[in-house]
Nanobody
Framework: QVQLVESGGDLVQAGGSLRLSCAAS????????MGWYLQAPGKQRELVAS???????NYADSVKGRFTISRDNAKNTVYLQMHSLKPEDTAVYYC??????????????WGQGTQVTVSS
C-alpha cells in the first residue's frame, strides 16, 4: 500500500504565495509522473501541473509563469510553489502519482486534498 500526505494549503490574500508538498510512502519501487490537480466547488477536477521522473514539467495555461512544480526523488516528494495567487485559484488541490510498487504494479494514487483559499 502507498500513502500520499499533502500539506501547505492555507488562506492567503490575492497576490500572495503558498507552497504545497506531497510525500509518498509505503511499498514503492519507483515513482513515475507526479502532479497536482485542483477541484473548485461544482467543477471537475483539472490538471494544474505535472512533472516526469526526469524532472520535465507541464503546466496548465492558467498557471504558467506563476506556479512551479518540482520533485525530490530521494524523498518521494512533489512540491507546488504558487506565486501571484488569484481568487480563482481557490480550490482543493490534490496530489496524484503513478507508483511502481514493490510487487511490480504501476498504480495511480491520489492524496486526500488540501484546501487553498485566496481572498480578494
Amino acid at each position: 500500500q502507498v500513502q500520499l500526505v499533502e500539506s501547505g494549503g492555507d488562506l492567503v490574500q490575492a497576490g500572495g504565495s503558498l507552497r504545497l508538498s506531497c510525500a509518498a510512502s509505503g511499498s514503492i519501487r519507483s515513482i513515475n509522473d507526479m502532479g497536482w490537480y485542483l477541484q473548485a466547488p461544482g467543477k471537475q477536477r483539472e490538471l494544474v501541473a505535472s512533472v516526469t521522473s526526469g524532472g520535465s514539467p507541464n503546466y496548465a495555461d492558467s498557471v504558467k509563469g506563476r506556479f512551479t512544480i518540482s520533485r525530490d526523488n530521494a524523498k518521494n516528494t512533489v512540491y507546488l510553489q504558487m506565486h501571484s495567487l488569484k481568487p480563482e485559484d481557490t480550490a482543493v488541490y490534490y496530489c496524484n502519482t503513478w507508483v511502481v510498487t514493490m510487487s511490480g504494479y504501476n498504480i495511480n494514487y491520489w492524496g486526500q486534498g488540501t484546501q487553498v483559499t485566496v481572498s480578494s
